[in-house]
């Protein structure tokens, strides 16, 4: 079974702040999506990283995929209260159509 | 982008009856669908996949006799909870995957659908 850790389970900021999200495996995925779910809706995709390395920006959110496809990192520079919300990696190995989902990191950004 | 639809969007039944909850891709055909189920505070929890003219493959620990998966076309596949009891109270999410441009796979996901059985 491939797991997906992530750290921290839960992060509450004050507005402002910077925060790193973590995504660990000891499996290589092809592929690694990032999402955020607001309660009650279903996950929406915030981006997909592919080759081992890369960078990807969104405005004030990094995402980094580890050089071996392993883990991926986010990051969020001066977090505002819309960014509350479940952050989920998750990831997709070979040529399988399942995705292995993280556990969830919980954040509060507090005005 | 690539919409995905549930329906209905929560429902509230009694203990012992059967629930049916539709997954729609509104903009594209996915030959696979994907169904999940999330406690609250929790990650997705996938419970099978359903492809289109086939049975479903289910994940260890689902009773397949319990949430029946119908995938009847290449827009639509539907979870049935069946003899509904309140610990199947949940959060469900369906996904429908399609190849992006970039040749890999890509799911899309449904708003969910929330299950209380009483």
Redesign the interface.
């Known amino acids: 079974t491939q797991l997906l850790e992530q750290s921290p389970q839960f992060l509450s900021i004050q507005e402002g702040e910077n925060l790193t999200v973590y995504c660990n495996s000891s499996s290589v995925f092809s592929s690694l999506q990032w999402y955020r779910q607001e309660p009650g809706e279903g996950p929406v995709l915030l981006v997909t990283v592919v080759t081992g390395g890369e960078v990807k920006k969104l405005k004030r959110l990094t995402f980094q995929f580890g050089d071996a496809r392993k883990d991926s990192s986010l990051h969020i520079t001066a977090a505002q209260p819309g960014d509350t919300g479940l952050y989920l990696c998750a990831g997709l190995s070979g040529s399988a159509r399942q995705l292995t989902f993280g556990s969830g990191t919980q954040l509060t950004v507090l005005p | 982008g690539a919409v995905?639809s549930?329906h209905p969007s929560w429902v509230i039944c009694k203990s012992g009856t059967s629930v049916k909850i539709e997954c729609r891709s509104l903009d594209f055909q996915a030959t696979?669908m994907?169904w999940y189920r999330q406690f609250p505070?929790?990650?997705?929890?996938?419970m099978a996949?359903s492809n289109e003219g086939s049975k479903a493959t289910y994940e260890q620990g689902v009773e397949k006799d319990k949430f029946l998966i119908n995938h009847a076309s290449l827009t639509l596949s539907t979870l049935t909870v069946t003899s509904a009891h309140p610990e199947d109270s949940s959060?469900y999410?369906c996904?429908a995957?399609t190849k992006?441009g970039?040749g890999?796979?890509?799911?899309?996901?449904?708003?969910?659908t929330?299950l209380t059985v009483l």
């Open positions: 995905v549930q696979t994907f505070k929790q990650s997705l929890m996938l996949t959060f999410i996904s995957s992006t970039l890999y796979n890509e799911q899309f996901f449904g708003p969910g929330r």
